[in-house]
């Protein structure tokens, strides 16, 4: 096993443990009730899969960038929302409910969508992409589907151990996710260099800005959903994309630090919204 599926095993395991943290909070009751809102599911998996990856696309296309950049952008456009997430949703005012059920329906909607959808990017693109059903099933099934499932189960049957553990399954995850990354830094630093020229920060901040503005559009009447949803639509999971640039490209490190710079830019890019959603929601309930 070489190091780069090492990173990513971790990689997954950390954000599984993320999901299974948050699914301890949720509750299978609570969670039931995401689903009685298709038509806010429905816009969220408008802005997630459709309206995003078009976006990646003409940023791709108008933009000067590298080939590693372009790849990387559109498959996380095609990538489900990524475990670390929910908790920053819920800061916002997401509630556990509609987050940890977009998380889940995400997940099962990307297990079609992004083989399809890198397949007709790659033409659009001009370089053909078959990615194996496997490869997405795997990634979404054991860092997403699998940790839901276990910890609603857990949680239904131990809602004591479950109180107590979920905060610090969280913090372990966190540590984790951030030593996982740590080698990818290491490793890739002049790749990491290299793409920090041209137009690459700004294509990544403008991709981040659209799914923020997208989403909070596209999130209806509710004030929270509308944040939750924006953080979903910028937010994308890098183990999915990581996995398939793995495959496509094994020995190129420049597409998998894109993913890293990717999710470093974004943070920062989306640091201001996140600001104020929570000045909004504070305002209001002071109100």
Same mark, same amino acid.
């Given at each position: 096993?070489n190091?780069?599926?090492?990173?990513?095993?971790?990689?997954?395991f950390?954000?599984?443990?993320?999901?299974?943290?948050?699914?301890?909070?949720?509750?299978?009751?609570?969670?039931?009730?995401?689903?009685?809102?298709?038509g806010?599911?429905?816009?969220?998996?408008?802005?997630?899969?459709?309206?995003?990856?078009?976006?990646?696309?003409? %940023?791709?296309?108008?933009?000067?960038?590298?080939?590693?950049?372009?790849?990387?952008?559109?498959l996380?456009a095609?990538?489900? *929302?990524?475990?670390?997430?929910?908790?920053?949703?819920m800061?916002?005012?997401?509630?556990?409910?509609?987050?940890?059920?977009?998380?889940?329906?995400?997940a099962?909607?990307?297990?079609?969508?992004?083989?399809?959808?890198?397949?007709?990017?790659g033409?659009?693109?001009?370089?053909?992409?078959?990615?194996?059903?496997?490869?997405?099933?795997?990634? %979404?099934?054991?860092s997403?589907?699998?940790? *839901?499932?276990?910890?609603?189960?857990?949680?239904?049957?131990?809602?004591?151990f479950?109180?107590?553990a979920?905060?610090?399954?969280?913090?372990?995850?966190?540590?984790?996710?951030?030593?996982?990354?740590?080698?990818?830094?290491?490793?890739g630093?002049?790749?990491?260099?290299?793409?920090?020229?041209?137009?690459t920060?700004?294509?990544i *901040?403008?991709?981040?800005?659209?799914?923020?503005?997208?989403?909070?559009?596209?999130?209806?009447p509710?004030?929270?959903?509308?944040?939750?949803?924006?953080?979903?639509?910028?937010?994308?999971?890098?183990?999915v994309a990581?996995?398939?640039?793995?495959?496509?490209?094994?020995?190129?490190?420049?597409?998998?630090?894109? %993913?890293?710079?990717y999710?470093?830019?974004?943070? *920062?890019?989306?640091?201001?919204?996140?600001?104020w959603r929570k000045?909004?929601?504070?305002?209001?309930?002071?109100?």
């Open positions: 096993m190091a780069a599926k090492l990173i990513g095993l971790g990689l997954n950390s954000m599984a443990l993320m999901v299974f943290s948050v699914a301890l909070r949720a509750g299978m009751a609570r969670t039931r009730i995401a689903f009685e809102a298709p806010l599911l429905a816009r969220a998996l408008v802005s997630m899969y459709i309206v995003m990856p078009a976006i990646a696309v003409a %940023v791709a296309l108008a933009f000067d960038l590298s080939h590693a950049l372009k790849v990387a952008l559109v996380l095609l990538s489900p *929302v990524p475990p670390i997430l929910p908790g920053k949703q800061k916002v005012g997401g509630s556990a409910e509609f987050v940890l059920g977009l998380l889940v329906v995400a099962a909607a990307a297990i079609l969508v992004v083989p399809a959808g890198v397949a007709l990017v033409r659009i693109l001009g370089r053909e992409l078959d990615i194996p059903f496997g490869i997405t099933t795997s990634v %979404v099934a054991t997403v589907l699998l940790p *839901v499932a276990a910890g609603l189960v857990v949680g239904r049957l131990a809602p004591r479950a109180e107590k979920a905060r610090p399954l969280s913090l372990v995850a966190m540590v984790l996710l951030l030593l996982t990354f740590l080698p990818i830094l290491y490793v630093r002049h790749a990491l260099a290299a793409q920090l020229g041209g137009f920060v700004v294509a *901040v403008l991709f981040t800005f659209a799914g923020l503005a997208v989403g909070h559009l596209l999130g209806g509710n004030a929270d959903d509308r944040s939750a949803l924006a953080l979903a639509t910028a937010t994308r999971h890098p183990g990581l996995a398939i640039l793995n495959y496509v490209a094994p020995d190129d490190k420049a597409p998998a630090v894109v %993913v890293v710079l999710l470093l830019v974004g943070l *920062v890019a989306a640091a201001p919204y996140v600001a000045r909004a929601r504070a305002s209001a309930g002071a109100a």
